[in-house]
């Protein structure tokens, strides 16, 4: 169902607004209860302990990077367009920012840059993420149904979603920007690794236990 007001439906209308990764109010008890799955159905964010409770509801897992809510591309564009909105890899995952984002340095006037905020972009991108698109086409009078999919909900479900999960776990050490572009217009990316974390002991390296020989 279509939102009047803006012209969103109306589960993105909440996705775009929904703050993710607080604690989950029902489940508040519970270790690992960050609410960082959107249920496309009842367009609502909930933890992974309320997963039981939506068995058969499109689900949509959102992930961090660096405090900012992150979709893989490959679940977003079952649901909306997403061409010319710059993509990032998180281990070897093609990801989508669902909010504009601040600008980190000022944009000068030979840059490409994002058409709703003025972010820096790599070519030949147009917006740095969805809420820049979308607000984009609204101010411009344009029609949200054009880039709106059907998608299958047999694509979002608990079976689905859970299979989805195990097969991989992303962390935010390794996220890379978009460095070379192939025909098709995707980037092409090795994500980047951060140093690993050394832990000292702070004493002098003890070696491997001796044991007196056998008699």
């Known amino acids: 169902m279509m939102n009047d007001r803006s012209g969103k439906p109306a589960w993105l209308e909440r996705l775009m607004a929904e703050t993710f990764f607080g604690g989950c109010g029902?489940?508040?008890?519970?270790?690992?209860?960050?609410?960082?799955?959107?249920?496309?159905?009842?367009?609502?964010?909930?933890?992974?302990?309320?997963?039981?409770?939506?068995?058969?509801?499109?689900?949509?897992?959102?992930?961090?990077?660096?405090?900012?809510?992150?979709?893989?591309?490959?679940?977003?564009?079952?649901?909306?367009?997403?061409?010319?909105?710059?993509?990032?890899?998180?281990?070897?995952?093609k990801v989508i920012f669902l909010k504009q984002r601040p600008q980190s340095r000022p944009c000068k006037g030979s840059s490409n840059a994002c058409c709703t905020c003025d972010r820096i972009l790599q070519d030949p991108f147009l917006f740095c993420s969805l809420s820049c698109k979308v607000d984009h086409m609204l101010e411009e009078g344009e029609d949200l149904s054009g880039i709106l999919h059907q998608f299958q909900e047999s694509d979002f479900t608990y079976s689905h979603f859970e299979a989805s999960n195990s097969a991989s776990s992303d962390q935010d050490s390794q996220i890379a920007p978009p460095s070379s572009y192939g025909s098709s217009g995707n980037s092409v990316i090795s994500p980047l690794r951060l140093p690993r974390l050394v832990l000292s002991?702070?004493?002098?390296?003890?070696g491997a236990p001796q044991r007196a020989p056998l008699s």
């Open 26 to 93: 029902v489940h508040q008890n519970h270790r690992k209860n960050e609410k960082n799955v959107f249920c496309l159905h009842c367009s609502l964010s909930i933890c992974p302990h309320c997963l039981p409770s939506h068995p058969s509801h499109p689900l949509l897992q959102v992930r961090r990077y660096v405090y900012h809510d992150v979709v893989r591309l490959g679940d977003l564009e079952k649901l909306i367009d997403c061409s010319n909105i710059q993509a990032y890899t998180i281990n070897g995952a």
């Open 201 to 206: 002991l702070g004493g002098r390296r003890k």
